[in-house]
T-cell receptor, first 113, second 113 residues
Framework: RKEVEQDPGPFNVPEGATVAFNCTYS??????FFWYRQDCRKEPKLLMS???SGNEDGRFTAQLNRASQYISLLIRDSKLSDSATYLC??????????????FGKGTSLLVTP | ETGVTQSPTHLIKTRGQQVTLRCSSQ?????VSWYQQALGQGPQFIFQ???????GRGNFPPRFSGLQFPNYSSELNVNALELDDSALYLC????????????FGPGTRLTVT
């Protein structure tokens, strides 16, 4: 079983729609949680860290449920420029892997006019 | 921009050859991590360096090796290249504070023929 699982999509939504991405992780000792955005043939870029209390950055809201080992990302009022792959990322520090990031395969989003 | 740079941008090698990829970390960051991203997959952790020592390693064979220098820049070396080594190689830098967020360089796209 992969450590981080995401629905690969693709999600095709019209401009202005609200879209939600979900992610589960298997390591209960995981300490840090992130959403990264990756455009085609580019590097991943940190979108936001995810905290247990939930956090919001403009149109983006992230939630973490440690009991269910579940992370979510909500995008409101989708823009064409939101089209990208969204990567769910978990940091589970241990003696073998240090502070390695574990990535899901990513969920592809296409926002259409 | 993250301030993380990588060179070269693209590289074509033949099977059996050796390759060295380079990364300069963001100012103030003392930790460098390397990831391999195959097409359609999330990045996979190769190893991490902290203060010039390997601090963690993923599930990659010993022909993947690295170095970190006193200025925190880093190299990834791959010996005896195989066709499956064709991928985007990403370097990420971080400081060991807060949420241990990692910031990625633009990557080196390696093609092995």
């Amino acid at each position: 079983r992969k450590e981080v699982e995401q629905d690969p999509g693709p999600f095709n939504v019209p401009e202005g729609a609200t879209v939600a991405f979900n992610c589960t992780y298997s390591n209960s000792a995981s300490q840090s949680f992130f959403w990264y955005r990756q455009d085609c043939r580019k590097e991943p870029k940190l979108l936001m860290s995810v905290y247990s209390s939930g956090n919001e950055d403009g149109r983006f809201t992230a939630q973490l449920n440690r009991a269910s080992q579940y992370i979510s990302l909500l995008i409101r009022d989708s823009k064409l420029s939101d089209s990208a792959t969204y990567l769910c990322v978990v940091n589970s520090p241990d003696s073998n892997s240090g502070y390695a990031l574990n990535f899901g395969k990513g969920t592809s989003l296409l926002v259409t006019p | 921009e993250t301030g993380v740079t990588q060179s070269p941008t693209h590289l074509i090698k033949t099977r059996g050859q050796q390759v060295t990829l380079r990364c300069s970390s963001q100012s103030g960051h003392n930790t460098v991590s390397w990831y391999q991203q195959a097409l359609g997959q999330g990045p996979q952790f190769i190893f991490q360096y902290y203060r010039e020592e390997e601090n963690g390693r993923g599930n990659f064979p010993p022909r993947f090796s690295g170095l970190q220098f006193p200025n925190y820049s880093s190299e990834l070396n791959v010996n005896a290249l195989e066709l499956d080594d064709s991928a985007l190689y990403l370097c990420a830098s971080s400081a060991r504070t807060g949420n241990y967020e990692q910031y990625f360089g633009p990557g080196t796209r390696l093609t092995v023929t």
